[in-house]
Each structure stands twice: as C-alpha cells, then as structure tokens.
C-alpha cells in the first residue's frame, strides 16, 4: 500500500471519528440521491397514465430536505476536519519527537525495574531469613 505525503499516522479518535461521519453521510446523500431519481421515474410513469400528482410532490419535498440536510452535514464535518498542515518534514519532527520520548519513557521502565528487581531481592534476604529463624525455633 502507496501512502500520499500527506499521510498523517498520528491520527487522533475523533479525526477518524469524523471521517468516519463524513464517510457515512456522503453514502446516505448518495442513496437519496438514488432513491429520489427512483421515485421520480416511478412517478413519472403513473402520472402521465393516472393524472395524479400529490404524492410526487410530497415525495420531492420529502427527498430535497432529506438532501438539503445531509448536505449541511457534510458541510459541517468537513469544515470540523483538521487543517492538512502536516508535511513530510513537520511529520518526521513529530515521529522524531515521539522516538525521543519513547527513548526516555523507556530509560524510566528500565530503572523502575531495576529498583523493583532490588526491592524483591530484599525481599527474598528478609523471607529467608524469617525462615531460617522459624527453622531454629521449632528444633
């Protein structure tokens, strides 16, 4: 898989989350679109052999606000998506920063169970010498 430049692989929640939402209003905006030219072709045929019109009508408001309102949602997610300020070299200081910080989370891990691993050394002296003292006491 080809990523473009403007691949950003430090994608937050909500940005996926959106797309996610934009990705979702623009199918349903194509089923409307879809179902309304469906509606409009049956319509089409019945009316010019029953002379009926009413319910053509209702079903054309019904679909434009349905299509006016998905259209301001897409708008509204859109505008909602970040900025593409992310270039190739603004990345690679961000993945470069999150190496370092990886690097020191890392050293920090190290010493805490170097510290642990002592801690349970003594641990072990102590029980052991509990033991040994227990072990005298009963002979």
Avoid at 14 to 19: S, Y
Avoid at 93 to 110: F, I, M, P, Y
Avoid at 112 to 136: C, F, G, P, W, Y
């Amino acid at each position: 898989m080809k990523l473009s430049s403007n691949f950003n692989p430090i994608w937050s929640d909500k940005m996926a989350d959106r797309l996610t939402q934009l990705q979702d209003a623009v199918t349903q905006m194509s089923d409307y679109f879809c179902n309304s030219i469906g509606i409009l072709q049956q319509n089409q045929t019945t009316e010019t052999k029953e002379g009926g019109g009413e319910s053509s009508t209702n079903n054309a408001t019904l679909f434009a606000s349905l299509i006016s309102q998905t259209a301001t949602d897409i708008e509204t997610l859109i505008e909602s998506l970040p900025d593409q300020e992310y270039t190739p070299e603004k990345q690679e200081e961000t993945l470069k920063n999150l190496v370092a910080e990886n690097q020191v989370s890392g050293e920090k891990l190290r010493q805490v169970i170097n510290e642990a691993e002592s801690m349970l050394k003594q641990v072990r002296l102590i029980n052991k010498t509990i033991s040994d003292h227990q072990h005298k006491l009963t002979n």
